[in-house]
């Protein structure tokens, strides 16, 4: 062969070659076999315009290879040439707002004029959930644009995950499930031995608090709103960062070492709701930001630890991730995030104009399909360094069979599924002789098989009561779930059960009614059980009712226990259930909480017992006893004794003749002014909630009445309420006691042991004993019958709120004993009635040993005033018998009625012997009825009811007194020309002095006045019955 025809064939063989080539090359640019030439593709006509169909391509992993599979469909086997537009955003709002003709800029959302030239028809995997604000502003003010969206077949989930490598650790070694959030409680399991320390993550490569989520003064609000956690954030509400980077749980705040490391990213994704979780479930959790997107995605992998992801994704496959399971609530409260975070069902996003412009793409839109397992082993692939568009080949190639039912068929009326036979005019019809095309189903409709003599096909049928859709060109209806109803057929979605009801089980058309007056804690519920008692009430453990709450408790409602306020106390010691107990007194003893919260070391009703070997605090609580708190007892005991024997000393050498003037009124205004403590007492037995200082006076004053608090008598032995009060009522008996040993001792050493004669000493020694303490006994005997009235309707004692009233044997036996002991002052009164009465008697017999005897009633008062002895007495007891009504305000306006008329009394009668003690009285009764006047306007249990009854009383009182005022004026007036002296002297004053001292010298030489008045001067004794003559 020669050159030229060398030339030749070597030429035709490079030819051949080349053709080869160009088709191997074609054919390798295409996926499909039978796929259609580039030169045939066409573009979609919108409005006139012609324009590729656009794609707008996620910038994520999940979304660029499923993006791709619909891409290379709608090219080689629908023959549409395609135009790719996307955007950095990590986010598929730009997708959404794309295809709306919208955009945004700096929170501003704008939307342009003209739609019909939006190049963008097509997003694939839309993630609803995450732009919920701008997705419903759209929907709002643009409801034409906005995109039909059709489901992908698969969901996506952002949650807490670990690698597999720690999961299978821990179950290996100690049989703990880490895939389940009850395995980290610190209470029962030591997760953190199977995770790195977080120290082992270099700081350098975490973003400091201040510039995350974590720094922001609303987070503290929004985590505690779940799961109260005070000091995890300052009082601006940011989080507490000890070093600036790691926020630590509760549990293990005290000890960061023993936190498990939780990572997130971008601006502190979830933190919110990481710290509700780690707080709530007793989590030993460590949390903190990444500095940047390639630290977030590489440390979990060089790291042992928890980190927040979410899937379908690529980041981290290689560790096999394993989602952490927390509990689930299908309608949590907004801002609650401390159970499972919800599925995402992703879709894709359709321009409207798509359904006329390009049908078959339309179509095949709606069809599109991937199964959870299809869409991670094309991630893995792409993990292992594929393109997107050559995994996406491998699967169109490896299931073909699949997405060719996706294709359209060439009948009109071959409806897929997903669509349904539809009329020239648009409207859904059910019969394929009334059809020209098909549509796919509308929210609330379902595509249902219909199958004619031309083969299958699809229908739209509305979804019915009970359940709803809320896609497009869907092939069933989603029964509604727990907790949601639908009873209109063909709605797009089910609605919430409203409050104070429920739906157990699926697919209600209505919801249950709650019971019993119980309501639900918001909308949405499954289950009868959620249905609780609401707030202001609780739920009876017996019964199941619900109780409403008691005065001084909070109750929440919704199944949380029922919790004392601050001075009160819930309690369970009653038989009948939960009573609510009011601390009188001192409110800090009880402050509030839970069931019998007490101050520390108080226990008991009302918080009102110290414990064992324990003595009250000013704070309210109870301390240790010490050394030195046996000391106010034994102070107690030696005051009481020096004062009886001052008191023995004072009457057994006590002289009327040669006692000065101002001894004699020094002793007595000291006596009055012990008496007026005693009454300002009484006064504080009221219902009164004192300010300071009053509050410390009126505490002072309790100790002048034996109160075992100050004295501390729990530090001294263990005494039982009724062991304190007989002890209260032998302190009169041990007294006397005291005086008589007193008076045998001091008989027998200065006087030979004539205690006969020197019993005048020992009967005035009781006298002034009694008359100056008569009030305080009193108010001892009455204590059993002063009880005050708490929220539950149970009564307690006042002095002793450990004892119930009329409930308890204790309180009867203490009844019983009082009743007994009050004995004591009705024989000291009568006793003081027969020797008033015996006063003129005795005096016109000249016996001076009776009026030594008994001074402690004649001393102090003039003799014709003598009865005014008795009255005082009956207004000291009726003054400690006041305190024992149960309404303080008539406690306090029976007060004042009993110091206006001692008042008055005083003004009248003068009964004083000496002025100024008259004026001292006037004073003391004015002091104490401006004491209590002021004691009403801090009155605690005010009955206002009362009032009315009260000015009532005092307006019939004034009606009657008014008449006998008059007539009492009247015989005044008739008795005033009588003489106001009942012995004639002398007209004279010269005369009558005479007389008088002619008198005394008389008496003093009569043997018939002096009889009984042996060891006495003549002298002595007829100084006596001249007294009594000048009085």
């Given at each position: 062969?020669?050159?030229?025809?060398?030339?030749?064939?070597?030429?035709?063989?490079?030819?051949?070659?080349?053709?080869?080539?160009?088709?191997?090359?074609?054919?390798?640019?295409?996926?499909?076999?039978?796929?259609?030439?580039?030169?045939?593709?066409?573009?979609?006509?919108?409005?006139?315009?012609?324009?590729?169909?656009?794609?707008?391509?996620?910038?994520?992993?999940?979304?660029?290879?499923?993006?791709?599979?619909?891409?290379?469909?709608?090219?080689?086997?629908?023959?549409?040439?395609?135009?790719?537009?996307?955007?950095?955003?990590?986010?598929?709002?730009?997708?959404?707002?794309?295809?709306?003709?919208?955009?945004?800029?700096?929170?501003?959302?704008?939307?342009?004029?003209?739609?019909?030239?939006?190049?963008?028809?097509?997003?694939?995997?839309?993630?609803?959930?995450?732009?919920?604000?701008?997705?419903?502003?759209?929907?709002?003010?643009?409801?034409?644009?906005?995109?039909?969206?059709?489901?992908?077949?698969?969901?996506?989930?952002?949650?807490?995950?670990?690698?597999?490598?720690?999961?299978?650790?821990?179950?290996?070694?100690?049989?703990?499930?880490?895939?389940?959030?009850?395995?980290?409680?610190?209470?029962?399991?030591?997760?953190?031995?199977?995770?790195?320390?977080?120290?082992?993550?270099?700081?350098?490569?975490?973003?400091?608090?201040?510039?995350?989520?974590?720094?922001?003064?609303?987070?503290?609000?929004?985590?505690?709103?779940?799961?109260?956690?005070?000091?995890?954030?300052?009082?601006?509400?940011?989080?507490?960062?000890?070093?600036?980077?790691?926020?630590?749980?509760?549990?293990?705040?005290?000890?960061?070492?023993?936190?498990?490391?939780?990572?997130?990213?971008?601006?502190?994704?979830?933190?919110?709701?990481?710290?509700?979780?780690?707080?709530?479930?007793?989590?030993?959790?460590?949390?903190?930001?990444?500095?940047?997107?390639?630290?977030?995605?590489?440390?979990?992998?060089?790291?042992?630890?928890?980190?927040?992801?979410?899937?379908?994704?690529?980041?981290?496959?290689?560790?096999?991730?394993?989602?952490?399971?927390?509990?689930?609530?299908?309608?949590?409260?907004?801002?609650?995030?401390?159970?499972?975070?919800?599925?995402?069902?992703?879709?894709?996003?359709?321009?409207?104009?798509?359904?006329?412009?390009?049908?078959?793409?339309?179509?095949?839109?709606?069809?599109?399909?991937?199964?959870?397992?299809?869409?991670?082993?094309?991630?893995?692939?792409?993990?292992?360094?594929?393109?997107?568009?050559?995994?996406?080949?491998?699967?169109?190639?490896?299931?073909?069979?699949?997405?060719?039912?996706?294709?359209?068929?060439?009948?009109?009326?071959?409806?897929?599924?997903?669509?349904?036979?539809?009329?020239?005019?648009?409207?859904?019809?059910?019969?394929?002789?009334?059809?020209?095309?098909?549509?796919?189903?509308?929210?609330?409709?379902?595509?249902?098989?219909?199958?004619?003599?031309?083969?299958?096909?699809?229908?739209?049928?509305?979804?019915?009561?009970?359940?709803?859709?809320?896609?497009?060109?869907?092939?069933?209806?989603?029964?509604?779930?727990?907790?949601?109803?639908?009873?209109?057929?063909?709605?797009?979605?089910?609605?919430?059960?409203?409050?104070?009801?429920?739906?157990?089980?699926?697919?209600?058309?209505?919801?249950?009614?709650?019971?019993?007056?119980?309501?639900?804690?918001?909308?949405?519920?499954?289950?009868?059980?959620?249905?609780?008692?609401?707030?202001?009430?609780?739920?009876?453990?017996?019964?199941?009712?619900?109780?409403?709450?008691?005065?001084?408790?909070?109750?929440?409602?919704?199944?949380?226990?029922?919790?004392?306020?601050?001075?009160?106390?819930?309690?369970q010691i009653l038989s009948d259930g939960l009573s609510v107990f009011a601390c009188f007194g001192d409110p800090q003893r009880c402050p509030g909480g839970g069931l019998d919260a007490c101050a520390s070391g108080r226990r008991g009703i009302a918080?009102?017992?110290?414990?064992?070997?324990?003595?009250?605090?000013?704070?309210?609580?109870?301390?240790?006893?010490?050394?030195?708190?046996?000391?106010?007892?034994?102070?107690?005991?030696?005051?009481?004794?020096?004062?009886?024997?001052?008191?023995?000393?004072?009457?057994?050498?006590?002289?009327?003749?040669?006692?000065?003037?101002?001894?004699?009124?020094?002793?007595?205004?000291?006596?009055?002014?012990?008496?007026?403590?005693?009454?300002?007492?009484?006064?504080?037995?009221?219902?009164?909630?004192?300010?300071?200082?009053?509050?410390?006076?009126?505490?002072?004053?309790?100790?002048?009445?034996?109160?075992?608090?100050?004295?501390?008598?729990?530090?001294?032995?263990?005494?039982?309420?009724?062991?304190?009060?007989?002890?209260?009522?032998?302190?009169?008996?041990?007294?006397?006691?005291?005086?008589?040993?007193?008076?045998?001792?001091?008989?027998?050493?200065?006087?030979?042991?004539?205690?006969?004669?020197?019993?005048?000493?020992?009967?005035?020694?009781?006298?002034?004993?009694?008359?100056?303490?008569?009030?305080?006994?009193?108010?001892?005997?009455?204590?059993?019958?002063?009880?005050?009235?708490?929220?539950?309707?149970?009564?307690?004692?006042?002095?002793?709120?450990?004892?119930?009233?009329?409930?308890?044997?204790?309180?009867?036996?203490?009844?019983?004993?009082?009743?007994?002991?009050?004995?004591?002052?009705?024989?000291?009164?009568?006793?003081?009635?027969?020797?008033?009465?015996?006063?003129?008697?005795?005096?016109?017999?000249?016996?001076?040993?009776?009026?030594?005897?008994?001074?402690?009633?004649?001393?102090?008062?003039?003799?014709?005033?003598?009865?005014?002895?008795?009255?005082?007495?009956?207004?000291?007891?009726?003054?400690?018998?006041?305190?024992?009504?149960?309404?303080?305000?008539?406690?306090?306006?029976?007060?004042?009625?009993?110091?206006?008329?001692?008042?008055?009394?005083?003004?009248?009668?003068?009964?004083?012997?000496?002025?100024?003690?008259?004026?001292?009285?006037?004073?003391?009764?004015?002091?104490?009825?401006?004491?209590?006047?002021?004691?009403?306007?801090?009155?605690?249990?005010?009955?206002?009811?009362?009032?009315?009854?009260?000015?009532?009383?005092?307006?019939?009182?004034?009606?009657?007194?008014?008449?006998?005022?008059?007539?009492?004026?009247?015989?005044?007036?008739?008795?005033?020309?009588?003489?106001?002296?009942?012995?004639?002297?002398?007209?004279?004053?010269?005369?009558?002095?005479?007389?008088?001292?002619?008198?005394?010298?008389?008496?003093?030489?009569?043997?018939?006045?002096?009889?009984?008045?042996?060891?006495?001067?003549?002298?002595?004794?007829?100084?006596?019955?001249?007294?009594?003559?000048?009085?």
């Open positions: 062969m020669g050159a030229p025809e060398c030339g030749m064939v070597l030429a035709a063989f490079l030819l051949v070659l080349f053709a080869v080539l160009c088709i191997d090359l074609r054919v390798q640019a295409a996926c499909l076999p039978d796929a259609i030439l580039e030169e045939k593709l066409q573009n979609i006509v919108v409005d006139g315009i012609s324009m590729p169909l656009g794609f707008w391509n996620a910038n994520w992993d999940s979304g660029n290879v499923v993006g791709a599979v619909v891409r290379l469909i709608c090219v080689e086997a629908l023959g549409f040439r395609i135009n790719i537009t996307g955007s950095d955003d990590v986010s598929s709002l730009p997708g959404l707002l794309a295809l709306a003709g919208c955009t945004r800029k700096l929170g501003d959302l704008r939307c342009t004029e003209n739609v019909a030239a939006n190049p963008h028809h097509v997003a694939v995997e839309f993630w609803r959930k995450y732009n919920p604000v701008e997705e419903a502003w759209v929907q709002t003010n643009y409801p034409e644009r906005f995109p039909h969206s059709f489901k992908l077949g698969y969901v996506a989930v952002d949650e807490l995950f670990l690698a597999t490598s720690e999961k299978q650790a821990a179950y290996s070694a100690r049989g703990l499930a880490l895939q389940f959030y009850t395995s980290y409680d610190v209470a029962w399991n030591k997760a953190r031995d199977f995770f790195d320390s977080y120290t082992s993550i270099p700081a350098s490569r975490l973003a400091k608090c201040t510039d995350t989520k974590a720094g922001a003064k609303k987070l503290g609000p929004l985590v505690q709103q779940f799961a109260p956690d005070l000091a995890g954030f300052d009082p601006s509400g940011a989080a507490n960062c000890p070093d600036g980077q790691w926020w630590f749980a509760p549990s293990c705040r005290s000890t960061p070492d023993e936190c498990i490391p939780v990572l997130t990213g971008g601006n502190g994704w979830m933190l919110d709701g990481l710290m509700q979780r780690a707080i709530a479930f007793n989590m030993p959790l460590a949390l903190a930001t990444a500095a940047s997107w390639g630290d977030y995605v590489s440390l979990p992998s060089a790291h042992r630890c928890l980190f927040l992801s979410w899937e379908p994704s690529t980041h981290f496959l290689e560790r096999q991730t394993v989602q952490v399971m927390f509990p689930e609530n299908d309608q949590p409260a907004e801002g609650d995030k401390r159970n499972k975070a919800p599925t995402t069902v992703l879709s894709t996003l359709v321009h409207q104009a798509l359904e006329k412009a390009a049908p078959r793409a339309y179509e095949v839109l709606q069809q599109v399909q991937f199964s959870q397992a299809d869409v991670m082993a094309m991630l893995t692939e792409l993990k292992g360094g594929g393109r997107p568009e050559d995994v996406a080949c491998k699967w169109l190639l490896n299931n073909t069979r699949k997405w060719r039912e996706w294709l359209p068929k060439d009948d009109p009326t071959d409806c897929l599924s997903g669509q349904g036979l539809v009329s020239s005019s648009g409207e859904f019809v059910r019969v394929r002789a009334e059809a020209s095309a098909c549509a796919p189903c509308v929210a609330g409709f379902f595509a249902s098989k219909l199958t004619d003599d031309r083969g299958l096909t699809h229908t739209c049928q509305a979804c019915a009561v009970g359940q709803s859709q809320p896609m497009w060109g869907s092939e069933t209806c989603t029964v509604c779930l727990e907790g949601y109803f639908q009873d209109i057929v063909g709605q797009s979605a089910c609605m919430r059960c409203a409050k104070g009801s429920y739906a157990k089980g699926l697919g209600h058309s209505v919801c249950t009614e709650c019971s019993g007056g119980k309501t639900t804690d918001g909308t949405g519920f499954r289950f009868a059980s959620d249905c609780q008692c609401p707030p202001g009430t609780y739920q009876d453990a017996g019964s199941g009712a619900c109780m409403t709450c008691s005065e001084g408790a909070t109750c929440r409602g919704f199944g949380a226990a029922p919790e004392a306020s601050p001075g009160f106390q819930l309690s918080c009102a017992e110290c414990e064992p070997e324990m003595s009250p605090a000013d704070t309210g609580c109870c301390e240790p006893c010490g050394r030195s708190d046996v000391l106010p007892f034994v102070a107690a005991i030696v005051s009481a004794c020096i004062c009886l024997a001052l008191v023995y000393y004072k009457v057994n050498n006590e002289d009327t003749a040669r006692q000065s003037y101002s001894a004699w009124l020094i002793t007595v205004v000291f006596g009055q002014s012990m008496l007026n403590l005693q009454l300002i007492g009484a006064v504080s037995r009221i219902s009164v909630q004192w300010p300071e200082p009053a509050r410390s006076c009126m505490k002072f004053l309790k100790g002048l009445a034996f109160d075992p608090e100050i004295l501390r008598l729990g530090c001294v032995a263990s005494f039982s309420a009724i062991d304190l009060y007989m002890l209260r009522l032998c302190t009169l008996p041990l007294g006397i006691a005291v005086l008589v040993c007193t008076h045998i001792v001091v008989a027998t050493l200065r006087h030979g042991g004539r205690l006969r004669e020197r019993l005048s000493a020992l009967v005035g020694s009781i006298g002034v004993i009694v008359m100056s303490l008569f009030l305080t006994i009193c108010s001892w005997i009455l204590s059993p019958f002063r009880c005050r009235h708490h929220p539950n309707g149970k009564w307690t004692m006042v002095e002793y709120e450990v004892i119930l009233c009329w409930d308890s044997a204790e309180h009867i036996e203490l009844l019983v004993a009082g009743g007994i002991a009050l004995s004591i002052p009705m024989l000291f009164i009568a006793s003081v009635i027969h020797l008033l009465r015996s006063f003129p008697v005795r005096m016109s017999a000249g016996d001076v040993n009776f009026l030594n005897r008994y001074s402690f009633l004649f001393a102090r008062v003039k003799p014709a005033s003598r009865w005014f002895m008795l009255a005082f007495l009956l207004r000291n007891l009726v003054v400690a018998t006041l305190p024992s009504i149960p309404n303080a305000f008539w406690q306090t306006f029976l007060m004042l009625t009993v110091f206006v008329l001692s008042l008055c009394g005083t003004l009248r009668f003068e009964p004083w012997k000496v002025p100024l003690l008259n004026g001292f009285d006037v004073l003391s009764n004015f002091f104490l009825f401006s004491v209590t006047g002021i004691s009403m306007a801090f009155l605690q249990n005010v009955d206002l009811e009362a009032v009315p009854e009260i000015m009532l009383i005092a307006a019939v009182c004034v009606l009657v007194m008014l008449p006998i005022a008059l007539v009492w004026c009247l015989a005044r007036h008739m008795r005033s020309k009588a003489k106001p002296f009942r012995w004639f002297i002398c007209h004279q004053k010269s005369a009558s002095g005479a007389f008088a001292r002619l008198m005394k010298i008389a008496l003093a030489e009569s043997k018939t006045c002096l009889g009984g008045s042996k060891g006495r001067s003549a002298e002595e004794s007829g100084h006596d019955h001249f007294f009594l003559l000048e009085s």
